[in-house]
Every structure is written in C-alpha cells, then in structure tokens.
C-alpha cells in the first residue's frame, strides 16, 4: 500500500493555502479586491499564531508541529475524531438549511458523503495493517532510542 | 498501575526533560507516565526498563495501583 507521509509543519501551510484559496474565490466571485486583501490578512495572521503555538514545547505545539510521540499521537487522533464528527454534524446542518432555503446544497452533501466513504475505506485500511495489534504504533512518531 | 519511573529518575538525579530527551518522547509524555495519567506502549516501557537497567516487570507494577 502506498503511504502518503507528511512531515514538517504542514498544519501551517495548509492553513495558509486554504485560507488564501477561500478568500481569492470570495474576491473574485464578488469582483471586489477588499474581500481578498482582508480574507489574506486573517490567513496570515493565522499562520503566524499556528507557527507560534507549533514552536512551543507543550502537546499543542507537537501535534502542529508534527513531531508527537507516541501519547501525543493518541491525542492527536482523538482530536481528529472529534473534528471530524463535528465536520460530519456541520455539513448535515448545512445541507438541511441549504435544502429548506431552496439554494445550492449539493458542496455539503459532497463533504457529507465524502467523509463517510472515507471512514469506511480508512477502517478497511487500517484494519489490514500489518502493525494493528497491541498499542498504537504510528511512524509519525519520532523516536531516539537511549 | 504503579510505575517506579519518578523514583528511579530521581535516583538519578536527571530531570524530566533529560529523560524525555534519552527516551525520544516529549517531556510532557514523562510527567504523565510519572503521574500514572499514560499507560505507555510496550516498546516505550522496554525503552524505560532497559534505560534504567532494570526487568520491565520491576519497572512497572500492574498489580498495584497508582
């Protein structure tokens, strides 16, 4: 199977390239420049603060920062759960409202139905890896043996 | 379950951060071992019993209690 693994502080940069992708698209669906130049603004600031906090020596900062050990990755995927439960929650919310208000709905229910498939898929992956029994094992994980 | 990590650190007179560093784990992960909050994974308690030059059964004690 074919790994993607990401390491670095990439939490930033895709912050970074998000933000900026949302505020072109909100610029230029307006035909206005204010829109872009304060959409950017917010994005780098965000990126700053995120580089910042990934800088810093608490769990925060090693999760952003991508250089958790083994209890940070635990807490890193049960963030990941919750983020993603409320992802599932707010793309249901917003397709409900969307749908009664008669206005494009189908963006959410794309993010709805794409998180589920991918839940299903990531539990047939994961399932297979040779590395599933005993403790969570992740090769995010950097270690220094003694 | 009880660990004796606090006590043989201490023995050693090391800090938490010189032992998270010896161990590859955060410092953050050390106090919660040390607190009893993180059970931590079989190879991560090897890595402490042989650190520490002892069985991992002395180490770590699943019948009592923290």
């Given at each position: 199977m074919t790994r993607i693994r990401l390491s670095g502080p990439w939490t930033p940069v895709f912050a970074g390239v998000g933000g900026s992708a949302i505020s072109l698209a909100v610029g230029l669906g307006q035909g206005k420049w204010e829109p872009i130049v304060i959409g950017e603004v917010v994005t780098a600031m965000a990126v700053i603060a995120l580089c910042f906090v990934g800088a810093q020596d608490t769990d925060v900062g090693a999760v952003l920062a991508r250089r958790a050990d083994e209890r940070q990755v635990i807490i890193r995927m049960k963030a990941s759960r919750v983020a993603a439960v409320v992802g599932v929650l707010a793309s249901v919310v917003a397709c409900v409202i969307a749908a009664a208000r008669n206005s494009t709905y189908w963006p959410f229910e794309v993010i709805y139905i794409a998180m589920g498939v991918s839940y299903l898929v990531s539990i047939a992956i994961y399932g297979a890896?040779?590395?599933?029994?005993?403790a969570v094992v992740d090769d995010d994980a950097d270690h220094v043996d003694p | 379950m009880r660990n004796r990590v606090r006590e043989e650190r201490v023995r050693r007179e090391l800090s938490q951060a010189q032992l998270a560093g010896a161990l590859g784990v955060s410092r953050q992960t050390v106090i919660s071992i040390e607190s009893g909050r993180y059970l931590p994974s079989l190879p991560l308690a090897f890595r402490i019993a042989r650190f520490f030059g002892m069985s991992i059964d002395t180490m770590f004690d699943p019948d009592e209690e923290e």
């Open positions: 890896a040779p590395k599933s029994a005993g | -």
